[in-house]
């Protein structure tokens, strides 16, 4: 009998499984999917000789979490490897704003939109080295994150105090035009801002999009040589040097529950399988809550809380095999791992207003992704790896586009909207679609299929936007991982911090299953008092 049990081999439940193994305990993996990573996985399905990440590809957050840092992955075969820039953002015009490492680099693109916005980049980069160590520590600890937290208020007040705390409550639009004269800064923020479900025009947008803009700028966005399940490999290669144990194709039918406690799981073959100390789910919140556990053991403002949880927004993603490097009509594109396709902040404004109204966008915002750029054993010399993904409703009321894409997603609105990806994509880069050898189309329910946390495509565990993070993630309490269950700890992006490939909710779940365990805490006290009188005699 292990001493605990992980449900879902993702990032997340692949470094809680670690962070348990480390600490002595005895743990088992067990994934629905035939193959460990969730969404940290490659293949060569798009064409033999080409590597394609099946769905996250970049890492800056990985690169700055100190809970990946400490499992000192490179030891177990992890090689980071860079594209030459971090991230580019073309324009229709040919001009193009850029984030590089070199700060100067950087700074010098903004400049070329407007004097003096070199100045205003180096100001937020000088801001993000005031707060980065404390900012960092608060964002990848259990919340409340108190010791990091205070530093983090000391910090703040010597930095500007309410008025840099207000810039970064700052919707992303509002945030470029007070800090930039010109487009470029306010494009590498607004589209970072667009990684996540945040608008230009919403609260803390602004904030989000200098957080991962800083990242960027600091870590750069790294990938993991050969491809995104090599870093997956080296979780479960380490985790199994441990005495772990991983075992796939398997999926939990529910969460056994005994005395009010979790104790075990089920299979849908019918398996018991105990755990002596916890169970740990890197599962989307919903399906735990709902479907694992059970309404009959959950009380009943979180049930109905779960009414109004809600989701980020659903993916659509293409990946392709190309004869040859995009054709960008902004040449500093070229150098760039990660681009950006919006012909300004306004279309940004136009794309998320259509996803607001339940409209399929009609000229979708793209991410691109370039490789090879970022990694040359992705493809032969000479060609590109590559994919963009864009966001979509869950609940699709009409086509902005007019060719009558419903949100059935059979094949035929696959090619319609991938058709579409690729139109956005000529805009910037023509001739780009006569490079194509082959190309693959996830839908929002491919995704699904592929990894179940990505309920209708959703890839962040949950929408990033203020009323569902912190103490309301995943639903109002504590922002904690322990659930109301005794020995359940909730694992996944559906806890804080949140999405992203950075391991701190499997962290956070394993080191409270671990605190937990080292006290009796109030049921062990409970237990105590029922076998005794008030005299202390045994009843």
Same mark, same amino acid.
């Given at each position: ?223 993991? @040589? ?216 996830? @839908? ?96």
């Amino acid at each position: 009998m292990p001493d605990a049990v992980v449900i879902g081999a993702g990032p997340n439940g692949l470094v809680a499984a670690n962070v348990l193994a480390d600490a002595g305990w005895s743990v088992l993996v067990i994934e629905e999917q035939p193959e460990p990573g969730g969404a940290v996985r490659h293949d060569r399905g798009v064409h033999p000789d080409f590597v394609n990440d099946i769905f996250s590809s970049f890492y800056p957050l990985a690169a700055a979490s100190p809970v990946l840092s400490t499992l000192r992955l490179e030891e177990h075969g992890l090689r980071w490897s860079h594209a030459p820039s971090v991230l580019a953002h073309p324009l229709s015009d040919g001009r193009c704003a850029v984030l590089d490492r070199d700060i100067e680099t950087t700074a010098a693109s903004a400049e070329a939109f407007a004097p003096g916005d070199g100045a205003a980049w180096r100001r937020l980069c000088e801001l993000w080295e005031t707060l980065r160590p404390d900012l960092l520590g608060a964002l990848f600890t259990p919340f409340p994150p108190v010791k990091s937290s205070l530093r983090l208020l000391r910090t703040l007040r010597a930095a500007g105090g309410l008025r840099t705390a207000r810039s970064l409550a700052l919707p992303v639009r509002r945030m470029g035009e007070e800090e930039f004269r010109g487009e470029g800064g306010r494009l590498l923020l607004a589209g970072s801002a667009l990684h996540a479900d945040l608008a230009p025009e919403s609260a803390g947008s602004g904030g989000f999009g200098w957080l991962m803009s800083m990242l960027g700028q600091t870590y750069g966005f790294p990938v993991p @040589a050969g491809g995104s399940g090599a870093l997956t490999e080296a979780l479960v290669r380490r985790l199994r040097h441990k005495g772990g144990e991983v075992r796939c194709g398997e999926r939990v039918q529910n969460i056994v529950i005994r005395g009010g406690r979790a104790v075990g799981v089920r299979t849908s073959a019918g398996a018991a399988v105990p755990a002596r100390r916890a169970v740990l789910a890197d599962v989307a919140v919903p399906v735990l809550y709902r479907e694992l556990v059970g309404a009959e053991h959950l009380p009943a403002q979180l049930m109905a809380d779960l009414l109004r949880f809600q989701w980020d927004f659903a993916t659509f993603k293409v990946d392709w095999a190309l004869d040859g490097p995009v054709p960008w009509r902004a040449e500093q594109a070229a150098r760039a791992g990660t681009v950006h396709l919006a012909d300004g902040v306004d279309e940004l404004t136009r794309f998320a207003a259509q996803i607001a109204m339940r409209q399929v966008p009609d000229r979708p915002f793209a991410l691109f992704g370039q490789m090879t750029t970022a990694d040359s054993s992705r493809s032969p010399e000479g060609t590109e790896s590559a994919w963009a993904y864009t966001h979509v409703p869950h609940d699709i009321r009409a086509d902005a586009g007019d060719e009558g894409i419903t949100g059935t997603w059979d094949t035929s609105e696959q090619e319609r909207m991938a058709d579409r990806v690729e139109r956005q994509v000529e805009r910037f880069a023509p001739g780009f679609r006569s490079l194509i050898r082959a190309r693959r189309v996830l @839908a929002p329910p491919t995704l699904e299929a592929l990894d179940a946390n990505l309920s209708g495509g959703a890839i962040n565990g949950g929408t990033t936007a203020l009323h569902q993070q912190l103490v309301f993630r995943p639903v109002p309490g504590t922002g904690r991982p322990e659930t109301p269950v005794p020995g359940l700890y909730l694992a996944s992006a559906g806890a804080h911090p949140g999405g992203g490939v950075h391991g701190a909710p499997g962290a956070n779940a394993a080191r409270a299953a671990l605190r937990s365990r080292r006290a009796p805490g109030l049921a062990g006290v409970q237990r105590v008092l029922t076998r005794r009188d008030r005299t202390g005699r045994k009843r």
